[in-house]
């Protein structure tokens, strides 16, 4: 039986701490869907596309890692895929308590698929998407947090913004 394993989430855009948990659920499942989610309720920088697209050259030399768009809910399409298992990454405390309440809903609506969380690194244990966008809007250095072709793709996204006087959606600030 071959053991697959779906890696779910918005990716906007994947950065190193989720290439970290790829490579590493890689080696424990014969295939690895890195499964990125279409319609997310937050707002995203980059689109479904480019998403994909940004996904898919971060591993490319990772043959048992596959990356495609999804819909609807995460279990619907694991059962799609045939996989046995979601796999999630840990950073901080509070990912585990949002973690732990999808895991056991996941459980409610999907018995049969385990949910299989996998600590970060600590070195990539303060990444998060928002932060990395925040970072590169404001003209800051991501060359440790994401792959080379992310940073190329996020100088495009900040010269658009600034062409276009748009805001720079801050999170890291708070009042």
């Known amino acids: 039986m071959k053991h697959i394993a779906i890696y779910p989430g918005t990716f906007d855009p994947i950065h190193l701490g989720h290439v970290d948990i790829a490579i590493r659920g890689a080696r424990i499942f014969d295939e690895l869907i890195v499964a990125v989610y279409d319609q997310p309720s937050k707002h ?54 949002l973690e732990y309440q999808m895991a056991l809903t996941n459980r409610q609506l999907a018995p049969e698929i385990e949910f299989v969380c996998l600590m970060t690194r600590q070195s990539h244990a303060f990444l998060s998407s928002s932060i990395v966008k925040e970072i590169a809007l404001l003209k800051g250095d991501v060359n440790k947090m ?28 708070r009042d």
């Open 44 to 97: 995203l920088m980059f689109t479904i596309e480019e998403r994909v697209a940004l996904a898919r050259q971060a591993f490319t030399d990772l043959p048992n890692v596959r990356v495609t768009p999804y819909g609807g809910l995460t279990v619907d399409f694991a059962r799609e895929v045939d996989a046995q298992a979601i796999v999630r990454g840990l950073r901080v405390i509070s990912d585990f308590e």
């Open 146 to 173: 994401t792959p080379l072709h992310v940073r190329a793709a996020l100088e495009r996204k900040r010269l658009e913004r600034e062409k276009n006087d748009e805001p720079i959606p801050l999170v890291s600030l």
